[in-house]
């Protein structure tokens, strides 16, 4: 280990934080040895450089362990995908629509792709007015991201929510805490004799 370290001293710094003063890289870990920690260089650009008494293995599990926590809070923005046709019946037409709502309050993000086929091919307008519609609909859950635009036999437009992941999911625990406290589902049923 003393042939890694080529200077002769280095900031001490202790295992709560104190400030030991500069000291020979020898008494270092001497100190080290005797107090049964690892001396690990926290600063290598400073003059001297700073080294710290500390549990590396400790230190590296509880580092790992934050890291991990960090993971686990993000919210990943997934992009769903409803696929449609021109003449599509009204009923189909409401049903994913109502995918798309569910999606947009869920905070993700929704690719619309109409599919043409044969003769639809030279109607693209009929594709058109179809997203346009779509995004009128749910402009109060999001917005038109990326226009349509033709994409071989298929047109494409990516909504986007006006709420982030988090905020959604946020809502969501909210209300389902609300929905399950006492007293709340029996002041909205009737009593029924």
Known sequence: MNERIRV??????????????IVSIGDALKLAQESDLDLVEVAATARPPVCKLMDYGKFKYESAMKAREAR???AHTIIKEIKLRPKIDPHDYETKKGHV????KAGDKVKVTIMF???????????????QRLAEDVTE??????????????????????KKKAEAKAERVAARTKGDEPGEADASTPDVA
């Open 117 to 131: 086929r044969g003769r639809e091919q030279s109607r693209p307008e009929l594709g058109f007015r179809l997203l």
């Open 72 to 74: 686990r809070n993000q």
């Open 141 to 162: 859950l999001g917005f038109v991201e990326s226009q349509p635009k033709q994409d071989g036999r298929n047109m494409i437009m990516v909504i986007g929510p006006h």
């Open 8 to 21: 002769p001293e280095v900031r001490l710094v202790g295992p709560n934080g104190e400030q030991v003063g």
């Open 101 to 104: 709502v569910r999606f947009l």
